[in-house]
């Protein structure tokens, strides 16, 4: 009678031994080890590449804000008229709404009223 090499159950009867570096040959391949993982692994790669990804551009859209002098209590959306102020980025607030303009971008989802100023 011959073994299986998957069992009925989704198991695989396959033993890798005496592979040397092992784990590091799982990485060098990030889509087959993906695929040959569980479903919440993959998933929650996937939902930290995202997130990951938001906050690292949210980070960048932050500080080209912060060092344009956007965040000062007098240069805020609601002062920015009385002030005579040209933003780099409008109606960017702080962080948080350098977050969701980060997602925004990405996702193509329209910008509302946060416009990158090109004047």
């Given at each position: 009678m011959r073994r299986r090499a998957v069992f009925k159950?989704?198991?695989c009867n396959?033993?890798?031994s005496r592979i040397s570096k092992r784990r590091?040959?799982?990485l060098q391949d990030i889509f087959t080890t993906?695929?040959?993982s569980q479903w919440r692994w993959t998933l929650t790669i996937f939902a930290i590449g995202f997130?990951?990804?938001?906050?690292?551009?949210?980070?960048?859209?932050?500080?080209?804000?912060f060092t344009h002098g956007d965040l000062e209590?007098?240069?805020?959306?609601a002062k920015q008229a009385e002030a005579n102020w040209t933003p780099c980025v409008f109606n960017i607030q702080g962080f948080t709404s350098c977050f969701l303009f980060s997602i925004e971008t990405q996702?193509?989802?329209g910008k509302n009223k946060n416009l990158i100023n090109t004047i």
């Amino acid at each position: 009678m011959r073994r299986r090499a998957v069992f009925k159950n989704g198991d695989c009867n396959i033993l890798q031994s005496r592979i040397s570096k092992r784990r590091l040959r799982y990485l060098q391949d990030i889509f087959t080890t993906l695929v040959d993982s569980q479903w919440r692994w993959t998933l929650t790669i996937f939902a930290i590449g995202f997130l990951g990804s938001w906050l690292l551009f949210a980070l960048v859209w932050w500080l080209i804000v912060f060092t344009h002098g956007d965040l000062e209590e007098d240069h805020l959306p609601a002062k920015q008229a009385e002030a005579n102020w040209t933003p780099c980025v409008f109606n960017i607030q702080g962080f948080t709404s350098c977050f969701l303009f980060s997602i925004e971008t990405q996702h193509t989802i329209g910008k509302n009223k946060n416009l990158i100023n090109t004047i």
